[in-house]
């Protein structure tokens, strides 16, 4: 099994399968040490999930043209709908090169945030680099996932990626969970980064890992309650942040689903995640000197309450029209 150890543990260079500098770490098969710690590599599982209208995203002139979003996921299929739009796929898990999706979980994710066929997505005109980290089977570890984290920040000033979407997540309980570390130093490196808060609620501190992080953008669903299917993660986290930060539907959402053009519905937070992905693109499009934290402060001005309790609301239901049409607002700190 690989896990993440620190660097300053004594590895030989011959052991090192990845390296990953974003949280001074290395990623080794663990029969190659000794005294490893196992829980330092949690599984990581891909959450399952209609609404432009819902969101206020029916009339805008932006499509995200020229703003790129890097999907950590399990794969994409080339649908026209992506056409000439996906700039790179890199597969963490077999090493192959031509496009491929074994689950369909990423083709349709995409499709929500970029996808521009007979179903639009959010940012139909905007850039896709896809990075394979989940297998056929929606599952994935920490090592693979912080990998490709590790390729995004080496690699995101070529490709413009402005937005990392992770509609995905584990329950890791660590003290210092890696996931947590690699997508806050993506932050701090000015890419926003959107993720899933997971299917595991309604109870109380049921938010996924990396969506625990008091910086990046957290998504749960608005319309689960609405289908009986109550599932969104809420908060507070094991720090007391309230989470989740904001909502977007999430059940019955159609979207891609293979190259022959075929489509389908899921339901899930992974599904309300790149409708934010996408609404983010339109902004940066409009105001691309926007940093991360503008871009999260923004959200929060522009939200919609739907007056439920902030651990199940953040601040509200993204409202797409009005996020467009505000003054550029710039913070210097951490929101």
């Known amino acids: 099994m690989d896990?993440?150890?620190k660097n300053r543990h004594n590895i030989r260079p011959e052991d090192i399968k990845y390296k990953l500098d974003i949280i001074d770490s290395v990623v080794v098969d663990s029969s190659k040490i000794k005294d490893c710690p196992s829980a330092c590599n949690p599984t990581v599982y891909a959450q399952i999930n209609n609404a432009k209208k819902i969101v206020n995203c029916n009339t805008t002139a932006f499509t995200g043209k020229g703003v790129t979003i890097a999907f950590?996921?399990?794969?994409i299929d080339p649908m026209p709908d992506f056409h000439g739009r996906i700039l790179h796929f890199r597969d963490f898990l077999n090493g192959r090169i031509n496009l491929y999706d074994d689950n369909g979980h990423g083709t349709h994710v995409a499709g929500i945030a970029a996808g521009d066929g007979y179903y639009k997505g959010m940012a139909p005109q905007s850039g896709i680099v896809m990075l394979k980290v989940l297998n056929?089977?929606?599952q994935g570890n920490a090592a693979d996932v912080i990998?490709?984290?590790q390729w995004i920040a080496n690699n995101h000033k070529k490709y413009n990626i402005r937005i990392v979407n992770m509609s995905i997540g584990t329950a890791s309980s660590?003290?210092?969970d890696p996931l947590v570390e690699a997508v806050e130093r993506l932050w701090d490196m000015g890419i926003t980064v959107v993720a899933a808060a997971g299917n595991n609620g309604p109870a109380p501190g049921t938010i996924s890992s990396p969506g625990t992080s008091r910086k990046i953008i957290t998504v749960a669903s608005s319309d689960d309650e609405q289908y009986n299917k109550i599932f969104s993660g809420r908060g507070p986290t094991k720090d007391c942040v309230i989470k989740p930060d904001i909502l977007a539907p999430g059940s019955n959402i159609i979207s891609c689903k293979n190259s022959k053009g075929i489509y389908r519905r899921l339901s899930g937070t992974s599904m309300s995640t790149p409708i934010i992905s996408g609404a983010i693109a339109l902004l940066l499009e409009k105001e691309p000197s926007l940093s991360p934290d503008d871009v999260k402060y923004m959200l929060k001005l522009s939200s919609t309450?739907?007056?439920?309790a902030p651990n199940r609301?953040?601040?509200g239901l993204l409202n797409t029209e009005k996020l467009l049409n505000m003054e550029a607002v710039y913070v210097r700190s951490n929101i």
């Open 305 to 308: 309450s739907l007056n439920m």
């Open 174 to 176: 660590a003290v210092n």
């Open 136 to 138: 056929e089977s929606g």
């Open 3 to 5: 896990v993440i150890i």
């Open 72 to 75: 950590l996921d399990t794969g």
């Open 147 to 149: 990998s490709a984290i």
């Open 313 to 315: 609301q953040g601040w």
